[in-house]
Protein backbone atom coordinates (compact mmCIF):
# COMPACT_ATOMS: atom_id res chain seq x y z
CA UNK A 1 0.00 0.00 0.00
CA UNK A 2 1.80 3.72 -0.95
CA UNK A 3 2.10 5.75 1.73
CA UNK A 4 1.51 9.50 1.82
CA UNK A 5 4.19 11.78 0.31
CA UNK A 6 6.38 12.49 3.50
CA UNK A 7 9.25 14.69 4.92
CA UNK A 8 12.02 12.31 6.45
CA UNK A 9 15.25 14.01 8.24
CA UNK A 10 17.66 11.20 8.84
CA UNK A 11 20.41 13.40 11.74
CA UNK A 12 23.69 11.31 10.84
CA UNK A 13 23.15 10.71 7.38
CA UNK A 14 26.73 9.95 6.40
CA UNK A 15 27.16 7.36 8.98
CA UNK A 16 26.68 3.49 9.16
CA UNK A 17 23.38 2.79 9.64
CA UNK A 18 22.35 5.50 7.32
CA UNK A 19 24.08 3.76 4.66
CA UNK A 20 24.07 0.53 5.22
CA UNK A 21 20.18 -0.04 6.25
CA UNK A 22 17.88 3.07 5.86
CA UNK A 23 19.14 4.53 2.40
CA UNK A 24 18.46 0.80 0.69
CA UNK A 25 15.54 0.40 2.66
CA UNK A 26 13.84 3.40 1.25
CA UNK A 27 15.30 2.69 -2.20
CA UNK A 28 13.81 -0.42 -2.20
CA UNK A 29 10.35 0.92 -0.84
CA UNK A 30 10.43 3.47 -3.59
CA UNK A 31 10.80 0.94 -6.24
CA UNK A 32 8.27 -1.32 -4.87
CA UNK A 33 5.58 1.38 -5.49
CA UNK A 34 5.31 1.75 -1.70
CA UNK A 35 7.29 4.99 -1.04
CA UNK A 36 5.96 7.94 -3.43
CA UNK A 37 8.57 10.28 -6.09
CA UNK A 38 7.19 13.43 -4.21
CA UNK A 39 9.23 11.93 -0.70
CA UNK A 40 11.75 13.68 0.88
CA UNK A 41 14.37 12.49 2.15
CA UNK A 42 16.55 15.75 3.43
CA UNK A 43 20.18 14.02 5.57
CA UNK A 44 21.39 16.25 7.75
CA UNK A 45 24.72 15.56 9.55
CA UNK A 46 28.46 17.45 9.97
CA UNK A 47 30.26 16.50 6.93
CA UNK A 48 31.04 18.97 4.61
CA UNK A 49 28.65 18.13 1.67
CA UNK A 50 26.02 19.68 -0.71
CA UNK A 51 23.31 18.07 -2.04
CA UNK A 52 24.81 16.21 -5.02
CA UNK A 53 27.64 15.79 -2.69
CA UNK A 54 25.52 13.55 -0.69
CA UNK A 55 23.42 12.06 -3.50
CA UNK A 56 26.53 10.96 -5.34
CA UNK A 57 27.28 9.56 -1.08
CA UNK A 58 23.48 7.60 -1.19
CA UNK A 59 24.40 6.26 -4.89
CA UNK A 60 27.62 4.63 -4.01
CA UNK A 61 25.49 3.01 -0.62
CA UNK A 62 23.06 1.75 -2.86
CA UNK A 63 25.87 0.05 -5.19
CA UNK A 64 27.36 -1.21 -2.21
CA UNK A 65 24.47 -2.76 0.08
CA UNK A 66 21.57 -3.20 -2.82
CA UNK A 67 24.47 -4.14 -5.24
CA UNK A 68 24.88 -2.84 -8.46
CA UNK A 69 23.62 -5.72 -10.85
CA UNK A 70 20.25 -5.18 -8.37
CA UNK A 71 19.85 -1.11 -9.14
CA UNK A 72 16.40 -0.57 -11.32
CA UNK A 73 17.99 2.48 -13.57
CA UNK A 74 14.99 4.23 -13.39
CA UNK A 75 13.99 3.57 -9.61
CA UNK A 76 17.88 4.77 -8.95
CA UNK A 77 17.18 8.03 -10.74
CA UNK A 78 14.07 8.86 -9.11
CA UNK A 79 15.15 7.98 -5.37
CA UNK A 80 18.09 10.14 -5.69
CA UNK A 81 15.82 12.73 -6.93
CA UNK A 82 13.98 12.86 -3.78
CA UNK A 83 17.08 13.51 -1.45
CA UNK A 84 18.45 16.70 -0.21
CA UNK A 85 21.11 17.43 2.21
CA UNK A 86 21.86 20.08 5.20
CA UNK A 87 25.11 20.17 6.82
CA UNK A 88 24.26 20.95 11.16
CA UNK A 89 25.76 20.55 14.20
CA UNK A 90 23.81 18.77 16.90
CA UNK A 91 25.61 20.59 19.61
CA UNK A 92 25.29 24.79 18.15
CA UNK A 93 22.72 26.72 15.89
CA UNK A 94 24.47 26.02 13.01
CA UNK A 95 22.72 24.60 9.81
CA UNK A 96 19.63 24.32 11.75
CA UNK A 97 17.93 27.44 10.16
CA UNK A 98 18.79 25.84 6.39
CA UNK A 99 17.15 23.04 7.86
CA UNK A 100 13.98 25.08 8.35
CA UNK A 101 14.12 26.27 5.05
CA UNK A 102 14.44 22.87 3.42
CA UNK A 103 11.20 21.60 5.21
CA UNK A 104 8.35 24.34 3.87
CA UNK A 105 5.73 24.94 6.58
CA UNK A 106 3.16 25.44 4.02
CA UNK A 107 3.25 21.12 3.65
CA UNK A 108 0.90 19.33 5.66
CA UNK A 109 2.45 16.29 5.55
CA UNK A 110 3.78 13.64 7.93
CA UNK A 111 6.78 14.58 9.09
CA UNK A 112 9.74 12.22 11.15
CA UNK A 113 12.98 12.92 11.94
CA UNK A 114 15.34 9.84 12.25
CA UNK A 115 18.07 10.31 14.82
CA UNK A 116 20.95 8.16 13.45
CA UNK A 117 23.20 9.75 15.51
CA UNK A 118 25.63 8.53 18.70
CA UNK A 119 23.00 8.54 21.65
CA UNK A 120 25.25 11.28 23.72
CA UNK A 121 23.49 13.63 20.82
CA UNK A 122 19.79 12.43 21.19
CA UNK A 123 18.91 15.14 24.24
CA UNK A 124 20.25 18.21 21.96
CA UNK A 125 18.78 17.09 18.79
CA UNK A 126 15.44 16.37 20.21
CA UNK A 127 15.83 19.63 21.79
CA UNK A 128 16.53 21.36 18.86
CA UNK A 129 13.96 20.14 16.37
CA UNK A 130 11.70 21.20 18.92
CA UNK A 131 13.33 24.19 19.91
CA UNK A 132 13.54 25.20 15.92
CA UNK A 133 9.95 24.59 15.58
CA UNK A 134 10.28 21.75 13.00
CA UNK A 135 7.54 19.16 15.07
CA UNK A 136 4.39 19.56 14.40
CA UNK A 137 1.56 17.53 17.32
CA UNK A 138 1.97 14.50 14.99
CA UNK A 139 5.51 14.61 13.92
CA UNK A 140 7.87 11.70 14.46
CA UNK A 141 10.49 11.13 16.18
CA UNK A 142 12.69 7.56 15.52
CA UNK A 143 15.43 6.36 17.70
CA UNK A 144 17.31 2.88 18.18
CA UNK A 145 19.32 0.92 20.49
CA UNK A 146 21.21 1.86 23.18
CA UNK A 147 18.27 3.19 25.05
CA UNK A 148 19.87 3.92 28.18
CA UNK A 149 22.75 2.16 29.81
CA UNK A 150 20.64 1.13 32.85
CA UNK A 151 17.27 1.55 34.18
CA UNK A 152 18.48 5.62 36.00
CA UNK A 153 19.38 5.95 32.43
CA UNK A 154 17.20 5.01 30.29
CA UNK A 155 14.26 6.66 32.71
CA UNK A 156 16.39 10.02 31.72
CA UNK A 157 16.26 9.36 28.38
CA UNK A 158 12.60 8.72 28.53
CA UNK A 159 12.14 11.68 30.61
CA UNK A 160 13.95 14.18 27.82
CA UNK A 161 12.36 12.74 24.86
CA UNK A 162 8.41 13.21 27.01
CA UNK A 163 9.57 17.16 27.58
CA UNK A 164 9.56 17.93 23.94
CA UNK A 165 7.39 14.85 22.44
CA UNK A 166 4.14 12.62 23.40
CA UNK A 167 4.79 9.15 23.39
CA UNK A 168 2.35 8.49 20.46
CA UNK A 169 5.25 10.56 18.56
CA UNK A 170 8.13 8.21 19.75
CA UNK A 171 9.63 5.52 17.83
CA UNK A 172 11.92 2.82 19.51
CA UNK A 173 13.11 0.53 17.21
CA UNK A 174 14.03 -2.61 17.81
CA UNK A 175 14.92 -4.18 14.27
CA UNK A 176 14.16 -7.39 15.45
CA UNK A 177 10.96 -6.48 15.91
CA UNK A 178 11.01 -5.88 12.17
CA UNK A 179 11.86 -8.93 10.82
CA UNK A 180 9.70 -11.36 8.64
CA UNK A 181 9.97 -14.55 11.20
CA UNK A 182 9.16 -12.40 13.97
CA UNK A 183 5.63 -11.10 12.61
CA UNK A 184 5.26 -14.62 11.62
CA UNK A 185 5.47 -15.56 14.82
CA UNK A 186 2.29 -13.65 15.63
CA UNK A 187 0.76 -14.25 13.28
CA UNK A 188 1.39 -18.18 13.95
CA UNK A 189 0.32 -17.69 17.18
CA UNK A 190 -2.75 -15.62 16.80
CA UNK A 191 -4.12 -16.45 13.00
CA UNK A 192 -3.95 -20.39 14.01
CA UNK A 193 -6.27 -22.08 16.13
CA UNK A 194 -3.93 -25.04 16.34
CA UNK A 195 -0.87 -23.71 18.67
CA UNK A 196 -2.22 -21.62 21.10
CA UNK A 197 -4.40 -24.49 22.90
CA UNK A 198 -0.87 -26.14 23.48
CA UNK A 199 0.75 -22.49 24.52
CA UNK A 200 1.26 -23.09 28.43
CA UNK A 201 2.81 -25.07 30.71
CA UNK A 202 0.72 -28.32 30.75
CA UNK A 203 2.55 -28.69 27.35
CA UNK A 204 5.28 -26.85 26.76
CA UNK A 205 8.84 -28.30 28.51
CA UNK A 206 10.80 -25.08 27.59
CA UNK A 207 11.49 -22.74 25.34
CA UNK A 208 15.29 -21.58 24.42
CA UNK A 209 16.01 -18.57 22.05
CA UNK A 210 19.79 -18.25 20.44
CA UNK A 211 21.02 -15.17 19.50
CA UNK A 212 24.80 -16.34 17.42
CA UNK A 213 27.28 -14.56 15.85
CA UNK A 214 30.04 -16.03 13.86
CA UNK A 215 32.28 -12.84 14.03
CA UNK A 216 33.47 -10.84 17.30
CA UNK A 217 33.41 -7.00 18.36
CA UNK A 218 36.21 -6.45 15.44
CA UNK A 219 36.81 -2.61 15.24
CA UNK A 220 33.96 -1.94 18.02
CA UNK A 221 35.66 -3.71 20.96
CA UNK A 222 36.75 -0.29 22.79
CA UNK A 223 33.22 0.91 22.10
CA UNK A 224 31.65 -2.35 23.39
CA UNK A 225 33.81 -2.50 26.13
CA UNK A 226 31.86 -1.87 29.36
CA UNK A 227 28.70 -2.92 27.27
CA UNK A 228 29.05 -6.41 26.66
CA UNK A 229 26.01 -9.07 25.57
CA UNK A 230 23.34 -8.40 28.12
CA UNK A 231 23.25 -4.99 27.36
CA UNK A 232 23.73 -5.14 23.77
CA UNK A 233 21.63 -7.98 23.41
CA UNK A 234 19.31 -9.26 25.67
CA UNK A 235 17.99 -6.26 27.40
CA UNK A 236 16.49 -5.55 24.22
CA UNK A 237 16.27 -8.18 21.37
CA UNK A 238 16.25 -11.44 23.30
CA UNK A 239 14.09 -10.05 26.02
CA UNK A 240 11.82 -8.89 23.01
CA UNK A 241 11.40 -12.04 21.89
CA UNK A 242 10.13 -14.01 24.41
CA UNK A 243 8.27 -11.41 24.85
CA UNK A 244 6.51 -12.66 21.92
CA UNK A 245 6.54 -15.98 22.51
CA UNK A 246 4.69 -15.33 26.18
CA UNK A 247 2.16 -12.79 25.70
CA UNK A 248 -1.60 -13.20 26.35
CA UNK A 249 -3.22 -12.66 22.97
CA UNK A 250 -4.02 -8.85 22.42
CA UNK A 251 -7.72 -8.29 21.93
CA UNK A 252 -6.68 -6.44 18.38
CA UNK A 253 -3.28 -5.92 16.74
CA UNK A 254 -2.69 -2.40 17.78
CA UNK A 255 -0.26 -0.14 19.27
CA UNK A 256 -1.41 -0.41 22.93
CA UNK A 257 -2.90 -3.49 22.77
CA UNK A 258 0.24 -5.25 21.74
CA UNK A 259 2.63 -3.17 23.84
CA UNK A 260 0.30 -3.14 27.29
CA UNK A 261 0.80 -7.64 27.01
CA UNK A 262 4.76 -7.40 26.20
CA UNK A 263 4.90 -4.99 29.37
CA UNK A 264 2.72 -7.42 31.32
CA UNK A 265 5.67 -10.36 30.38
CA UNK A 266 8.15 -7.95 31.33
CA UNK A 267 7.15 -7.73 34.67
CA UNK A 268 6.22 -11.26 35.16
CA UNK A 269 9.81 -12.00 34.66
CA UNK A 270 11.29 -14.03 38.08
CA UNK A 271 14.29 -11.64 39.25
CA UNK A 272 17.22 -13.86 38.12
CA UNK A 273 18.29 -14.76 42.25
CA UNK A 274 20.69 -17.40 41.52
CA UNK A 275 23.99 -16.31 39.77
CA UNK A 276 24.30 -20.25 38.73
CA UNK A 277 21.16 -19.40 36.55
CA UNK A 278 23.12 -16.79 34.37
CA UNK A 279 26.54 -18.00 32.58
CA UNK A 280 29.21 -14.96 31.17
CA UNK A 281 31.62 -15.82 28.39
CA UNK A 282 34.11 -14.13 26.75
CA UNK A 283 35.78 -15.22 23.36
CA UNK A 284 39.71 -16.32 23.86
CA UNK A 285 42.57 -16.15 21.25
CA UNK A 286 42.75 -18.93 18.78
CA UNK A 287 43.75 -19.56 15.18
CA UNK A 288 45.13 -16.36 14.59
CA UNK A 289 42.09 -14.54 15.65
CA UNK A 290 42.85 -12.29 18.66
CA UNK A 291 40.85 -12.69 21.96
CA UNK A 292 38.78 -9.83 23.30
CA UNK A 293 40.69 -8.06 25.74
CA UNK A 294 42.83 -7.75 21.98
CA UNK A 295 40.18 -6.90 20.40
CA UNK A 296 38.85 -4.13 23.16
CA UNK A 297 42.34 -3.38 24.06
CA UNK A 298 41.98 -3.80 27.80
CA UNK A 299 43.83 -6.90 28.77
CA UNK A 300 41.49 -6.97 32.21
CA UNK A 301 38.24 -6.57 30.78
CA UNK A 302 35.58 -8.08 32.91
CA UNK A 303 32.99 -7.58 29.56
CA UNK A 304 30.67 -10.69 28.58
CA UNK A 305 30.81 -11.43 24.72
CA UNK A 306 28.28 -14.54 26.11
CA UNK A 307 25.62 -14.52 28.22
CA UNK A 308 23.34 -17.96 28.87
CA UNK A 309 21.00 -17.88 31.12
CA UNK A 310 17.62 -19.18 32.50
CA UNK A 311 14.47 -17.39 33.19
CA UNK A 312 10.42 -17.86 34.42
CA UNK A 313 7.47 -15.84 33.46
CA UNK A 314 5.91 -16.29 36.90
CA UNK A 315 2.59 -15.83 36.13
CA UNK A 316 -0.41 -18.57 35.57
CA UNK A 317 0.19 -19.54 31.81
CA UNK A 318 4.05 -20.06 32.19
CA UNK A 319 4.64 -20.97 35.58
CA UNK A 320 7.38 -24.31 35.68
CA UNK A 321 8.51 -23.54 32.10
CA UNK A 322 12.09 -22.34 31.90
CA UNK A 323 13.19 -20.03 29.32
CA UNK A 324 16.60 -20.47 28.06
CA UNK A 325 18.24 -17.34 26.50
CA UNK A 326 21.45 -17.57 25.16
CA UNK A 327 23.85 -14.76 23.09
CA UNK A 328 27.13 -14.44 22.15
CA UNK A 329 29.77 -13.34 19.99
CA UNK A 330 32.41 -15.43 17.51
CA UNK A 331 30.38 -18.80 18.29
CA UNK A 332 30.29 -21.65 15.53
CA UNK A 333 27.80 -20.04 13.24
CA UNK A 334 25.17 -17.03 12.60
CA UNK A 335 22.13 -18.19 13.65
CA UNK A 336 18.88 -16.46 15.72
CA UNK A 337 16.59 -18.94 16.57
CA UNK A 338 13.63 -19.54 19.36
CA UNK A 339 12.37 -23.59 20.03
CA UNK A 340 9.37 -24.15 21.88
CA UNK A 341 10.34 -27.84 23.46
CA UNK A 342 6.58 -29.59 23.87
CA UNK A 343 6.69 -31.94 26.62
CA UNK A 344 6.71 -35.50 25.16
CA UNK A 345 3.42 -37.93 24.06
CA UNK A 346 2.28 -38.82 27.52
CA UNK A 347 2.22 -42.53 26.98
CA UNK A 348 4.01 -44.60 24.08
CA UNK A 349 1.83 -47.40 22.80
CA UNK A 350 4.67 -48.97 20.71
CA UNK A 351 7.30 -51.36 22.26
CA UNK A 352 10.84 -51.62 22.34
CA UNK A 353 12.85 -49.42 20.27
CA UNK A 354 9.97 -48.70 17.81
CA UNK A 355 8.72 -46.60 21.24
CA UNK A 356 11.36 -43.91 21.06
CA UNK A 357 9.28 -40.69 20.17
CA UNK A 358 11.15 -37.64 19.14
CA UNK A 359 10.35 -34.36 21.15
CA UNK A 360 7.93 -32.01 18.99
CA UNK A 361 9.71 -28.75 18.30
CA UNK A 362 8.39 -25.85 16.86
CA UNK A 363 11.54 -23.93 15.53
CA UNK A 364 11.50 -20.54 14.62
CA UNK A 365 14.52 -19.26 12.61
CA UNK A 366 15.31 -15.53 12.28
CA UNK A 367 18.45 -15.97 10.66
CA UNK A 368 19.79 -17.31 7.91
CA UNK A 369 17.59 -19.23 6.31
CA UNK A 370 14.05 -17.34 7.79
CA UNK A 371 11.34 -20.11 8.03
CA UNK A 372 9.69 -21.94 10.70
CA UNK A 373 9.88 -25.98 11.15
CA UNK A 374 7.86 -28.25 13.44
CA UNK A 375 9.87 -31.50 14.55
CA UNK A 376 7.18 -35.02 14.41
CA UNK A 377 7.48 -38.37 15.00
CA UNK A 378 6.67 -40.20 11.55
CA UNK A 379 6.68 -43.72 10.99
CA UNK A 380 9.83 -44.59 8.79
CA UNK A 381 8.73 -44.91 5.78
CA UNK A 382 9.13 -48.36 4.02
CA UNK A 383 8.30 -51.62 4.46
CA UNK A 384 10.19 -52.35 7.15
CA UNK A 385 7.80 -52.71 9.90
CA UNK A 386 6.39 -49.98 12.17
CA UNK A 387 9.62 -48.09 13.40
CA UNK A 388 9.23 -44.69 14.55
CA UNK A 389 11.45 -41.58 13.11
CA UNK A 390 12.00 -38.33 13.46
CA UNK A 391 11.09 -35.75 10.15
CA UNK A 392 10.32 -32.31 10.14
CA UNK A 393 7.40 -30.08 8.62
CA UNK A 394 9.06 -27.14 7.02
CA UNK A 395 8.75 -23.92 5.55
CA UNK A 396 11.57 -22.04 4.33
CA UNK A 397 10.03 -18.13 3.21
CA UNK A 398 12.80 -17.69 0.76
CA UNK A 399 10.91 -20.52 -1.22
CA UNK A 400 7.41 -19.02 -0.90
CA UNK A 401 9.25 -15.78 -1.66
CA UNK A 402 10.53 -16.90 -5.01
CA UNK A 403 7.52 -18.60 -5.68
CA UNK A 404 5.67 -15.59 -5.52
CA UNK A 405 9.22 -13.72 -7.31
CA UNK A 406 9.56 -11.87 -4.19
CA UNK A 407 12.47 -10.59 -2.07
CA UNK A 408 13.05 -11.02 1.72
CA UNK A 409 12.59 -7.46 2.80
CA UNK A 410 14.85 -6.25 5.33
CA UNK A 411 13.52 -5.12 8.53
CA UNK A 412 14.60 -1.52 8.26
CA UNK A 413 11.75 -1.25 5.14
CA UNK A 414 9.11 -2.20 7.33
CA UNK A 415 9.97 -0.02 10.40
CA UNK A 416 10.38 3.03 8.19
CA UNK A 417 7.35 3.13 6.26
CA UNK A 418 5.67 2.12 9.74
CA UNK A 419 6.79 5.45 10.93
CA UNK A 420 5.53 6.99 8.39
CA UNK A 421 2.49 5.45 8.13
CA UNK A 422 2.25 6.37 12.36
CA UNK A 423 1.68 2.82 13.54
CA UNK A 424 3.64 1.92 16.37
CA UNK A 425 3.01 -1.64 17.04
CA UNK A 426 6.41 -2.78 16.17
CA UNK A 427 8.10 0.02 18.35
CA UNK A 428 8.58 0.05 22.08
CA UNK A 429 7.01 1.79 24.02
CA UNK A 430 9.42 3.61 27.11
CA UNK A 431 7.48 1.65 29.58
CA UNK A 432 8.76 -1.71 28.46
CA UNK A 433 12.28 -0.44 27.61
CA UNK A 434 12.20 0.46 31.28
CA UNK A 435 10.59 -2.72 32.56
CA UNK A 436 13.52 -4.90 30.76
CA UNK A 437 16.38 -2.70 32.23
CA UNK A 438 14.47 -3.07 36.16
CA UNK A 439 14.91 -6.99 34.94
CA UNK A 440 18.90 -6.77 33.99
CA UNK A 441 20.06 -4.15 36.32
CA UNK A 442 20.34 -6.61 39.03
CA UNK A 443 21.91 -9.21 37.55
CA UNK A 444 24.71 -6.28 36.26
CA UNK A 445 24.80 -5.38 39.41
CA UNK A 446 25.84 -9.12 41.13
CA UNK A 447 28.20 -9.46 38.59
CA UNK A 448 30.18 -6.50 39.49
CA UNK A 449 30.17 -7.19 43.05
CA UNK A 450 31.33 -10.39 42.67
CA UNK A 451 34.09 -8.85 40.38
CA UNK A 452 35.27 -12.24 38.57
CA UNK A 453 36.16 -12.35 34.89
CA UNK A 454 33.36 -13.93 32.83
CA UNK A 455 34.32 -17.76 31.71
CA UNK A 456 36.61 -17.55 28.29
CA UNK A 457 35.21 -20.30 25.74
CA UNK A 458 36.95 -21.28 22.49
CA UNK A 459 36.23 -19.20 19.47
CA UNK A 460 34.38 -21.14 16.63
CA UNK A 461 32.31 -23.38 19.57
CA UNK A 462 29.03 -23.20 21.09
CA UNK A 463 30.03 -21.05 24.19
CA UNK A 464 31.91 -22.09 27.71
CA UNK A 465 30.93 -25.23 29.20
CA UNK A 466 29.06 -23.87 32.29
CA UNK A 467 26.49 -22.67 29.30
CA UNK A 468 26.00 -26.23 28.33
CA UNK A 469 25.61 -27.62 32.13
CA UNK A 470 22.72 -24.46 32.50
CA UNK A 471 20.65 -27.35 30.71
CA UNK A 472 22.23 -30.49 31.30
CA UNK A 473 21.62 -29.94 34.84
CA UNK A 474 18.14 -29.96 34.17
CA UNK A 475 17.90 -32.59 32.02
CA UNK A 476 18.09 -30.83 28.83
CA UNK A 477 20.09 -29.21 25.96
CA UNK A 478 20.99 -26.86 23.85
CA UNK A 479 20.16 -27.12 20.42
CA UNK A 480 23.44 -27.23 17.72
CA UNK A 481 24.11 -23.96 16.52
CA UNK A 482 25.62 -24.95 13.40
P1 LIG B 1 28.28 6.68 12.82
O1 LIG B 1 29.34 7.09 13.77
O2 LIG B 1 28.67 5.85 11.66
O3 LIG B 1 27.56 7.98 12.23
C1 LIG B 1 27.28 9.09 13.02
C2 LIG B 1 26.66 10.21 12.20
O4 LIG B 1 26.44 11.30 13.10
C3 LIG B 1 27.49 10.76 11.06
O5 LIG B 1 26.64 11.04 9.97
C4 LIG B 1 28.05 12.08 11.61
O6 LIG B 1 28.24 13.07 10.63
C5 LIG B 1 26.91 12.50 12.49
N1 LIG B 1 27.36 13.42 13.55
C6 LIG B 1 28.37 13.26 14.44
N2 LIG B 1 28.48 14.34 15.21
C7 LIG B 1 27.53 15.21 14.81
C8 LIG B 1 27.14 16.52 15.23
N3 LIG B 1 27.76 17.16 16.22
N4 LIG B 1 26.11 17.09 14.61
C9 LIG B 1 25.47 16.47 13.60
N5 LIG B 1 25.78 15.25 13.17
C10 LIG B 1 26.81 14.62 13.76
O7 LIG B 1 27.16 5.97 13.69
P2 LIG B 1 26.13 4.80 13.24
O8 LIG B 1 26.81 3.49 13.34
O9 LIG B 1 25.49 5.17 11.96
O10 LIG B 1 25.06 4.81 14.44
C11 LIG B 1 24.08 5.82 14.59
C12 LIG B 1 23.11 5.44 15.70
O11 LIG B 1 22.45 4.23 15.41
C13 LIG B 1 23.77 5.23 17.05
O12 LIG B 1 22.86 5.62 18.04
C14 LIG B 1 23.97 3.74 17.10
O13 LIG B 1 24.04 3.26 18.42
C15 LIG B 1 22.70 3.28 16.43
N6 LIG B 1 22.78 1.96 15.83
C16 LIG B 1 23.63 1.72 14.79
C17 LIG B 1 23.66 0.47 14.20
C18 LIG B 1 24.55 0.17 13.02
O14 LIG B 1 24.36 -0.88 12.44
N7 LIG B 1 25.48 1.03 12.67
C19 LIG B 1 22.82 -0.56 14.68
C20 LIG B 1 21.97 -0.28 15.74
C21 LIG B 1 21.96 0.98 16.30
Not at 467 to 473: D, G, Q, S
Request: charged share 25%.
Amino acid sequence: VPVDPFDLVVFGATGDLARRKLIPALYHRLHDGQMPDEARIVGAARGELDRDGFRRMADAALEEFVGAGELDPDARRRFLSTIDYVRLDALSSDGWGQLSAALPDADERPRAFYLSVAPRFFGQVAERVHGAGLARPDSRIVIEKPLGHDLASARALNACFAGHFGEHQIYRIDHYLGKETVQNLMALRFANALFEPLWNARHIDHVQITVAESVGVEKRGPYYDGIGAMRDMVQNHLLQLLCLIAMEPPARFEPDAVRDEKLKVLRALAPVTDLEAVVRGQYAAANGTPAYAADAESAESRTETFVALKTEVANWRWSGVPFYLRTGKRLRARVSEIAIAFKPAPHSIFPGSAGRTGQNVLAIRLQPDEGITLGMTIKDPGPGGLRLAPAELDMTFADRLAQAHLRMPDAYERLVMDVIRGDQTLFMRGDEVEAAWAWVDPIIAAWDERGDRPAPYDPGSSGPEDALMLMHRDGRRWREIA
